[in-house]
């Protein structure tokens, strides 16, 4: 079955404990994304990945780190978190181009720091 | 300023009626739109993708509509049921020339809760 995953789907941490959340696809999809998703506001888009090895700030990358060593994992790193970053996460992934391409979404992972 | 902006927020109906969501867009350069359904606690699905020379698209009983001149959609939902209670999500791409692939811009959504 085509999907994307991530694990885990839910995490209560402390500030300043660092953490990563999983993300991978097996649809040999170049596009990878990740989005975070907060009461009142749209999807908002972190950091994003064309490729394995190329990724780019989204809208709001600070506090963020990833990396795309293989083209179906796309994790998202969170060094020092802080409660602000208490959040509800989305990865995507899609193939490329200017074309009209579907992204898929994961299933969530919903992040609580105290 | 690129924004999609969707009414109402949210919208209580009874099963079976009608009923119909809007979506209000400046992004631009455009490239296409796209009606989401996110379920409580899950990812977005995707219902309709329309390029600008198409106005009107089906999916089931989700039909979108698309107005490239006012930059103004909708959605659609005929007969209701009750698996319908979600958020619907307007997504509108902005074309990015100068780059591989283009940025998508979300609206807020707008929940909808069906009632038996």
């Known amino acids: 079955e085509a999907q994307v995953t991530q694990n885990p789907r839910y995490l209560i941490t402390v500030t300043g404990k660092k953490l990563t959340v999983t993300c991978s696809q097996n649809?040999?999809?170049?596009?990878m994304s990740w989005y975070r998703q907060d009461p009142g506001l749209g999807l908002r888009q972190i950091y994003y990945?064309?490729?394995?090895?190329?990724?780019d700030k989204g809208d709001v990358p600070e506090g963020y780190k990833v990396s795309r060593k293989e083209k179906r994992n796309f994790p998202l790193i969170l060094e020092s978190p802080s409660p602000n970053q208490t959040s509800l996460y989305f990865c995507?992934?899609?193939?490329?181009?200017?074309?009209?391409?579907?992204?898929?979404f994961g299933p969530g992972t919903r992040l609580t720091v105290t | 300023k690129n924004q999609v902006e969707q009414s109402p927020q949210s919208l209580i109906i009874l099963e079976g009626k009608n009923c119909t969501l809007q979506?209000?867009?400046?992004?631009?350069?455009?490239?296409?739109l796209r009606w989401y359904k996110q379920d409580t606690g899950r990812g977005p699905v995707s219902l309709t993708i329309?390029?600008?020379?198409?106005n009107t698209k089906s999916n089931g009983r989700y039909t979108a509509t698309l107005d490239a001149d006012t930059k103004q959609s909708s959605l659609h939902i005929t007969a209701s049921q009750l698996s319908d209670s979600a958020s619907y999500i307007c997504?509108?791409?902005?074309?990015?020339?100068?780059?591989?692939?283009?940025?998508?811009?979300f609206g807020t959504g707008t929940l909808l809760a069906v009632q038996p």
């Open positions: 997504v509108v791409t902005n074309m990015n020339y100068g780059g591989a692939t283009n940025k998508l811009i």
């Open positions: 979506c209000n867009y400046t992004v631009s350069p455009f490239s296409n």
């Open positions: 990945s064309m490729n394995v090895e190329v990724t």
């Open positions: 995507a992934s899609s193939f490329i181009g200017q074309g009209t391409y579907e992204q898929y």
């Open positions: 649809m040999n999809h170049e596009y």
């Open positions: 329309m390029t600008f020379s198409e």
